[in-house]
């Protein structure tokens, strides 16, 4: 008797350890669950869970999101472009697109760049980039180290949203978490923060609405249907070749105001180079490039908008032929970028920001030469004799 009673209260002790071991193990897992959906490393990297060792990482698995507060700049979208220009006058200058977008550029030749993007159907603001100091950036704002900017909110993986009546979501990897976080407000607008390489210091701001946020392309999709076909208006390319050099130009000088830098001269010589250089990429471009290039460059040419690989190439990728007839030689630095329909395209490409920061921003003063046409990009620095 005494020997079934030891056993019954040995059972029931070990029944109630049990139960306070699930339950701490359950509460563990809740807590975890309404973290923060991102993590750092101690060199600022926001890591994965499964990638997780030693680390005190907190999961990718985004809970639901919190938006942020919506600063002046994120609650223009969505508004009248009558209120840009009641707000901020008139547009130094417009600048078309390749997406159905009007730019409006304010404060050129300035270190607080600032570009409006109107949809060219609703006559709305659908689009506000930023690279400057402006207090209308509320807390978010350029400058802004990645820490700060952790403390400021957190960096969701998953966004769910509407598009078309549709759900759609967007999973970013830890290398978008990196490099161009997305970050949501309370009036259903975004920002994405782009990060300057190495320093992981918040670069440049762009604000836009869900329709931008798709046309970028920047993260990946989930969807159980095909995205809505989005119609493609006609290309004012005589307006885009000649503008969005300029607009560029603009922006690459902006940056090094901020670098403390002098200004970006164009140079009539090497633009003719960067000319007759895309000419020839446009017309023939087997006979400039290697074959697994040539295609795409090809499809990119011929107006072929969707689906189009990125293309980021130096001197050394051209033949040889091409680079005697231009005579370039080592003391150029030569930069062919496709598809490129915007200035902002620089930041959403990794590779192509550190190429632009270390030999157009924070580089010595040298003359450049630019070219562009059909979502094709030729930049030419250094020396410009013939």
Same mark, same amino acid.
Request: hydrophobic content about 45%.
């Given at each position: 008797m005494m020997k079934k009673r030891i056993r019954w209260k040995t059972i029931l002790n070990f029944s109630i350890v049990l139960i306070i071991i699930l339950g701490c193990l359950y509460y563990q897992a809740a807590i975890n669950q309404q973290k923060s959906s991102s993590s750092v490393d101690e060199v600022g990297n926001v890591k994965s869970e499964k990638n997780k060792k030693n680390e005190n990482d907190i999961k990718l698995t985004t809970p639901k999101v919190r938006p942020l507060a919506t600063s002046q700049l994120a609650a223009y979208i969505g508004k009248s472009s009558n209120k840009i220009t009641a707000d901020f006058g008139q547009?130094?200058?417009k600048l078309q697109s390749a997406d159905n977008v009007e730019w409006w550029l304010y404060n050129l030749n300035q270190s607080d760049y600032l570009k409006v993007g109107i949809d060219q159907y609703t006559k709305r603001v659908c689009d506000i980039f930023t690279i400057g100091q402006d207090t209308r950036q509320g807390k978010l704002k350029v400058g802004m180290s990645f820490k700060k900017l952790l403390k400021l909110t957190t960096l969701y993986a998953n966004f769910k949203f509407n598009y078309h009546e549709q759900t759609f979501q967007y999973e970013l990897s830890e290398r978008a978490l990196n490099q161009h976080p997305l970050i949501s407000f309370k009036n259903g607008s975004y920002a994405i923060a782009y990060l300057q390489p190495g320093s992981k210091k918040v670069y440049a701001l762009e604000y836009l609405n869900t329709d931008m946020l798709?046309?970028?392309q920047l993260y990946h999709l989930v969807a159980q249907v095909p995205l809505p076909v989005q119609y493609q208006g006609k290309v004012d390319w005589d307006n885009l070749s000649q503008m969005l050099p300029v607009d560029l130009l603009q922006l690459i000088n902006a940056k090094r105001m901020q670098a403390g830098q002098q200004s970006l001269q164009l140079n009539d010589n090497l633009n003719l180079k960067a000319q007759s250089l895309l000419t020839k990429v446009i017309n023939q471009p087997g006979a400039v490039v290697a074959t697994k290039y040539a =295609?795409?460059?090809?499809? $990119?040419?011929?107006?072929e908008f969707y689906n189009r690989k990125f293309v980021l190439l130096q001197r050394k990728n051209l033949k040889k032929q091409v680079v005697a007839d231009l005579a370039v030689t080592s003391k150029n630095s030569l930069m062919l970028v496709a598809p490129f329909y915007s200035s902002l395209t620089i930041f959403e490409?990794?590779?192509?920001?550190k190429m632009v920061i270390n030999k157009l921003i924070t580089d010595k003063p040298q003359p450049v030469?630019? =070219?562009?046409?059909?979502? $094709?990009?030729?930049v030419v620095t250094g020396r410009s004799e013939n």
């Open positions: 547009p130094v200058d798709v046309k970028k =295609a795409n460059l090809k499809q $990119i040419a011929n107006d490409k990794p590779e192509l920001l030469g630019m =070219a562009y046409s059909h979502g $094709i990009l030729i």
